[in-house]
């Protein structure tokens, strides 16, 4: 699958194994993280700051999965926009709220949670234009600044995730 070496979930060992067993049995270890297992030490770290997310109450799972379907679907990243709106869908949220979420988040989420979906849209998509009134609007919404950093950077991410998958995917 890929063009490095990495360890698929029958063969992982030590530190990759102990990663890929946070994934629940019904919930195949994603292909970008079989891929992040070349590296054990990137993908410990990348693990432990989604865990980090996952572990702040201010992030449900359903944000978080949307933040990481923006970033992805901006990216063109297939595989995990794919991934995550399944993931969306399993959640309880429609096809229509899922295809919504760059544009109008407020059709699948409260106005606090929309509020951060939507800054994170407009700063994975078009970043420059990005204003002090924008932040504004999200910090009013009643984020801080450390969440609204955290939720755009977490989107970006997937930009770099797709960069990465698709430089080693085999052709």
């Known amino acids: 699958m890929f063009m490095i070496d990495y360890a698929r979930p029958e063969q992982a ?9 946070a994934f629940p ?9 079989q891929l992040y297992s070349a590296s054990p030490r990137y993908l410990t770290r990348q693990m432990a700051i989604a865990g980090d997310y996952m572990q702040d109450d201010a992030y449900s799972p359903e944000l978080l999965a949307a933040l990481r379907y923006i970033g992805a679907s901006t990216a063109c990243f297939g ?4 991934f995550n709106k399944g993931l969306l869908s399993s959640m309880g949220l429609s096809e229509a709220e899922i295809d919504a979420l760059d544009t109008d988040p407020a059709k699948a989420f409260e106005p606090r949670e929309a509020a951060l979906l939507a800054f994170a849209a407009k700063s994975v998509k078009t970043p420059d234009s990005v204003t002090r009134a ?3 609007a999200v910090r ?3 984020w801080s600044d ?13 930009a770099t995730i797709g960069i ?8």
């Open 25 to 33: 049995p019904h919930i195949p270890v994603p292909d970008p993280i």
């Open 13 to 21: 060992e030590g530190t990759v194994k102990k990663v890929y067993s």
């Open 146 to 158: 450390p969440h609204i950093f955290e939720a755009t950077a977490y989107a970006a991410q997937m």
């Open 134 to 136: 924008d932040v504004d």
């Open 140 to 142: 009013a919404a009643g």
């Open 164 to 171: 990465v998958f698709r430089a080693f995917a085999e052709k």
């Open 79 to 82: 595989f995990c926009t794919t």
